[in-house]
């Protein structure tokens, strides 16, 4: 858990047949009682034994149409064409100089209908990015803020089926014990499972080197540098927006000015936007911080290539170790 090709996804939304039971820790019934709410420690503990849901908003871009996926085929990095109904993969979208607009997860849920989803907050301006290209094309593209139920630990098995009638798509993280996603409007935490620490869930994202929008990924961030690229784009297929500098930078080694790296340290999590300096120089910047309940932090920072293949820094004169 924790390199790159543990957070690849392979989703499933199939129609549930009658008399078939679902997975106990589905996430797919409407819960009715008030879920119980563990504390950082007790998170942590049932991120790493047993299940524990985080309910938070996600903005998902709807793209509708007879021309749906050949659309997208020449906006996102990732090889649409080749997704199977109920799919989905990361992706990058672009601007055409090669920029990063939107970092997220692009799905087919139906014959004629992707969910682009990605962070709150930033759904309207990929939505705005993705129609400023809508010539003389059969889709609309419409941005949506839905709840996302993310079930994460080793009980939390994505079910195989979910009811026909809920407007829900799972999404299974691939070849981890991380867990599984599941967006939509009648996403809900389910009854029988706790509702962890947001700073819990927060740690694991960072341990697992996920980019977030706002945070490491910027107006003026390129995909190369924070190191998902390899799950996120597809380099056999067509031209798409923004492709040129991807292909350029992945031919010279992927070399960066920047790069993201994990960081650690001991005491409460720094606040984001310390700089990291080795013999008082600047060499980074810290981007995301969360605190463990073992008296450590970890977070994500951007670091120099100067500094590339150091072990070690500072922020405000406390050590951090960086990975």
Known sequence: MGSKKDVEYEDSNKEETEGEGREEHSGLVSGHTSPVTLDLALTEAAISSSVVANLTQRDVVVVKG???????????????????????????????????????????????????????????????RLQRFLLRVKCTVESETWPMVSL??????????????????????ANSDVGYDILGPDAEVPDDVPVGEESAFEAQRISLSWPAMGAEIGESTIPAEV??????????????????????IDSRGSNTPRKMHRVSGQGAAPEVGQELTQAGEGVGVLTS???????????????????????????????????
């Open 227 to 248: 190191g998902v690229v390899e799950e996120s784009a597809d380099f056999t297929k067509g031209c798409y927006v923004g492709q040129e500098l991807v292909a350029r």
């Open 152 to 173: 994460r630990g080793p009980e939390a098995v994505a079910p195989e089926a979910v009811p026909a009638q809920s407007h829900v798509f799972v999404a299974r993280l």
């Open 289 to 323: 911080a969360a605190s463990l309940s073992s008296g450590s932090w970890v977070g994500l920072a951007s670091i120099k290539r100067s500094a590339e293949g150091s072990t070690e820094a500072e922020i405000n004169g406390e050590a951090v170790e960086i990975v």
């Open 66 to 128: 007879p021309d749906a996926a050949s659309f997208l085929q020449g906006q996102v990095s990732q090889n649409v064409e080749r997704l199977g109904l109920d799919e989905s993969a990361l992706s990058f979208l672009l601007h055409p100089q090669g920029k990063v607009a939107a970092w997220g997860r692009v799905s087919r849920v139906g014959e004629e209908e992707y969910w682009f989803d990605v962070d709150a907050g930033f759904g309207q301006a990929a939505a705005e």
